[in-house]
DNA sequence: ATAACGAGGATAAGGAATGTCCGCGTTTAA
DNA sequence: TTAAACGCGGACATTCCTTATCCTCGTTAT
């Protein structure tokens, strides 16, 4: 039990295109290679944030992706949402109505509700920390200087 | 993302080891055989919770497996952590670390806080559940019967 | 028209979870 | 003392999900 790698990279992913001018856009493979991820795979991730409403694509010549959102309105959970999908981490196998001997119908687990909740915590944790306050994090002290330098790169790749 | 199986076989099977009387013990076999679980497979994940001092086993003839503590000091989480072990939710890949170029050592990850303390929210919930009351919940009023039915089963395949 | 880009399907490759097999040590009972 | 029933534990095979690759298509700027 392991969340996707996909997540972090997406959660980054948007945190460059975080550092876009307004109507400009950046490549799905330069982003790619920032990453370090392969490229036709990270493509897929972008996509699955593009239906989820996060990012918008441009396609043609000069196209790419930009965020779809403000910032402060885009939250951790809402990236993990967009690439995990909303499958919950525990679904019952019918264990007990197997022991009991119930009918289908009745079938009934005595851990979703528990399992349901915990998740709910969980998710809600992750509701918490947005795209905005992330990029807070990333202007720190510490990182300033190659904080900046990531800009710069991005002003060299992006594109219109 | 999908939390194993094995988890849910697991609480029902120790479930069901909460039924014998002090002293007896139920054979892995007829566990495996009471959940429809793949009876090798399952002494496999029997061994994980005798590791993790959930329950007890007692070799040779006659022997079997029984609680270790009281139902009401074992908790899904007691269970889960036997199972799926400690390895966390999420781990970074470090890629921040790629992005800043920042030296190995002070690599660094702007969600491993937020996912941890996530994480740990998830965990606490996992952690008001028992033995004990999920024992009770079966107890209730529309399972009386049939979890009677169930009791009678064990009294008839336990030893010693 | 052509080249650069995203969209999306088909299909491998890898790795973790699940499942099987076999030999071992221990204990009970004949 | 032998044999059978059980748990122990390692070495596999199988299955499934994630990751990755490939190829074709539609769109847009030059």
């Not at 043609?60 to 809402?78: H, P, Q, S, W």
């Not at 795209?131 to 992006?158: C, D, G, H, P, Y």
Request: hydrophobic share 40%; proline share 2%.
């Amino acid at each position: 039990m392991h969340m996707k790698t996909g997540v972090e990279q997406s959660v980054y992913a948007v945190l460059l295109l975080n550092m876009l001018p307004d109507k400009a856009v950046l490549p799905g493979e330069a982003i790619s290679q920032q990453l370090k991820a392969s490229p036709t795979y990270f493509q897929k991730l972008l996509r699955k944030l593009v239906s989820a409403g996060v990012i918008a694509s441009v396609p043609g010549v000069k196209g790419g992706f930009k965020l779809n959102k403000r910032a402060e309105d885009i939250t951790v959970y809402d990236i993990y949402l967009a690439i995990e999908g909303r499958q919950s981490l525990y679904s019952s196998s019918g264990i007990l109505g197997d022991l009991l001997e119930l009918e289908k119908e009745e079938s009934c687990c005595l851990l979703t509700d528990l399992m349901e909740e915990a998740e709910v915590a969980w998710k809600s944790v992750m509701k918490r920390e947005t795209i905005s306050s992330l990029a807070e994090k990333m202007n720190e002290q510490r990182f300033l200087l190659k904080t900046e330098a990531l800009q710069q790169w991005v002003q060299r790749k992006m594109v219109a």
